[in-house]
Nanobody, 127 residues
C-alpha cells in the first residue's frame, strides 16, 4: 500500500504562487506514476499533472500547462506541484494520487486509473 499526505494549500491572491507537497510512504513507488488532481465545488475532479516517478517524465492538462510544474524528490519520496500565476478558477481541493505506471500516460489521465489517494488540500485564490 502507498500512503499519501498532501500539504501546502492555503488562501492566496490572484497572480500569486503556491507550492503543494505530497509525501509518499509505504511500498516503493519507483514503478509508479503520480498525479495531481483538483475538484472545485459542484464540479467533477479533474486531472492537473502527472509524473513518472522513475524518470521524471511529465504530462500536463492544457488548463495548467505553462503555469504549473510537477516534480518529485526521490530522496524524500515527495511529490510537488509548483503553481504560478494562480487565478480564482484554480480554487479547488487538490489531491495527489498514485498508480502503477503501465508504460504510458493516458489522455487526461482519468482519476479512475489511480489506486491510491491523499486526503486533499484546499487552495483558494481570491480576486
Amino acid at each position: 500500500q502507498v500512503q499519501l499526505v498532501e500539504s501546502g494549500g492555503g488562501l492566496v491572491q490572484a497572480g500569486s504562487s503556491l507550492r503543494l507537497s505530497c509525501a509518499a510512504s509505504g511500498r516503493t513507488i519507483s514503478s509508479y506514476a503520480m498525479g495531481w488532481f483538483r475538484q472545485a465545488p459542484g464540479k467533477e475532479r479533474e486531472f492537473v499533472a502527472a509524473i513518472r516517478w522513475n524518470n521524471g517524465a511529465t504530462y500536463y492538462s492544457d488548463s495548467v500547462k505553462g503555469r504549473f510544474t510537477i516534480s518529485r524528490d526521490n530522496a524524500k519520496s515527495t511529490l510537488y506541484l509548483q503553481m504560478n500565476s494562480l487565478q480564482p478558477e484554480d480554487s479547488a481541493v487538490y489531491y495527489c494520487a498514485a498508480r502503477y505506471y503501465s508504460g504510458y500516460f493516458v489522455t487526461n489521465e482519468p482519476d479512475s486509473i489511480y489506486t491510491h489517494w491523499g486526503q486533499g488540500t484546499q487552495v483558494t485564490v481570491s480576486s
